[in-house]
């Protein structure tokens, strides 16, 4: 006799991943034994792949420092995002497309992560995307430097590092609100275009939300909390 | 829009759309052919020109970019070929077919500016964007290694 089939709804499929790994992440990030007591996460305004919470959303949740990490964990959704951990890269060439694939034609950071002579970023990259030719652009097109890079890099990593000034370009928090926010070059990832898919959300929303973490405290979920 | 770009050392003025592709204005607009169009997509570097000395892919730099700026193409590395990397060229025979060697020839001539005596590696890297349907790349990475003055292969 054939299994029964289960069928899931899409959004409840949606609410499932969004909901098991906030949970771990409301969870704390205290000592392994793990077992002090935390509130139950309340249920998170459910969204889709492409679109953030705002920062009202959050505010069922009591705890301060639980909603922090809940807050850092949705900005980690664009931070994570192939548009933005591309030109964050572990190594010395850039990735590219939702598939983190080597950038083709070959380029490297070269030594002020600009590019090397003859392949500089900007020999190709104009300071705004060219819909013809679809070559990507922005002001200020360049890799970020070796201590920001993001790729292969967990959502508590990430944050560990933003709060970092050597790891940060000496920024504040307050800083790097205002940096994700309102910076030109992080506008591309909601602006990508051609056929690019682009960061979930919007620029202005990610820098409420940066926002909202900071003035909450910067916690920074706990190793094995996913978006 | 009027863009004021001094090609060449010369004083130009071009009444153009801001965003023309730079290659159309030099090649259609003031004539200097020796700049070719390869894929119009920054993919195969046979546009190459520097801007204010950096390799720019023409096809792509709008011409707005290039306005209070300096252009140099091929026509004006040399006013009559002498470039050390052009006589290396001539004598290793380095062309097939030819359509790339402008572009080949503008990248090699930023590199060694930047770099006089490159690695091969360091050749490598800075003509990776400069495609090659011919095959060339052995006796082009000979000719800039002979023009930095060293010897044609790595010992």
């Known amino acids: ?227 | 829009m009027s863009a004021r770009i001094r090609v060449n050392g010369v004083e130009k003025t071009l009444d153009v759309d801001p965003d023309m592709p730079l290659l159309w204005a030099l090649r259609d607009v003031l004539g200097l052919t020796g700049t070719k169009y390869g894929c119009g997509q920054a993919l195969c570097g046979a546009c190459t020109v520097h801007l204010d000395g950096q390799v720019v892919r023409s096809c792509v730099t709008p011409v707005r970019r290039a306005d209070g700026h300096e252009i140099t193409t091929i026509e004006g590395l040399t006013p009559d070929g002498s470039h050390p990397l052009q006589r290396a060229w001539v004598e290793l025979g380095v062309p097939q077919c030819g359509f790339c060697q402008a572009g080949q020839l503008m990248s090699a001539a930023a590199l060694l500016k930047s770099k006089p005596r490159p690695t091969d590696a360091e050749i490598d890297q800075s003509m990776a964007g400069n495609l090659c349907r011919c095959g060339t790349y052995p006796r082009i990475r000979a000719a800039i290694r002979k023009a930095a003055g060293m010897p044609e292969e790595e010992r």
């Open chain 1, 1 to 227: 006799m054939p299994s029964p089939r289960v069928a899931v709804h899409p959004t409840s499929f949606i609410a499932l991943t969004l909901a098991l790994p906030l949970a771990v992440a409301l969870g704390g990030c205290g000592p392994s034994t793990s077992l002090e007591p935390t509130a139950p996460a309340p249920p998170l305004r459910q969204v889709g792949p492409h679109e953030l919470r705002v920062p009202a959303d959050f505010e069922p949740i009591a705890d301060v420092k639980q909603r922090s990490r809940a807050l850092f964990l949705e900005v980690s959704r664009v931070l994570t995002h192939p548009r933005c951990i591309n030109c964050h890269p572990n190594g010395d060439v850039p990735h590219q497309g939702m598939s983190l694939a080597l950038h083709d034609p070959p380029a490297l950071r070269g030594p002020d992560d600009h590019g090397v002579v003859g392949m500089e970023c900007t020999g190709c990259h104009q300071d705004r995307n060219l819909e013809l030719a679809r070559v990507p652009g922005a002001p200020k097109w360049a890799l970020a430097p070796i201590e920001m890079a993001w790729v292969g890099k967990t959502a508590h990593a990430i944050c560990e590092q933003l709060k970092d000034p050597k790891r940060n370009g000496g920024k504040t928090l307050d800083e790097i609100a205002h940096h994700n926010g309102h910076d030109e070059l992080v506008a591309w990832g909601f602006y990508p275009g051609a056929d690019r898919e682009p960061a979930p959300g919007t620029q202005a929303q990610l820098g409420a939300l940066t926002e909202a973490w900071v003035k909450s405290g910067a916690e920074c979920p706990p190793e094995g909390a996913n978006q």
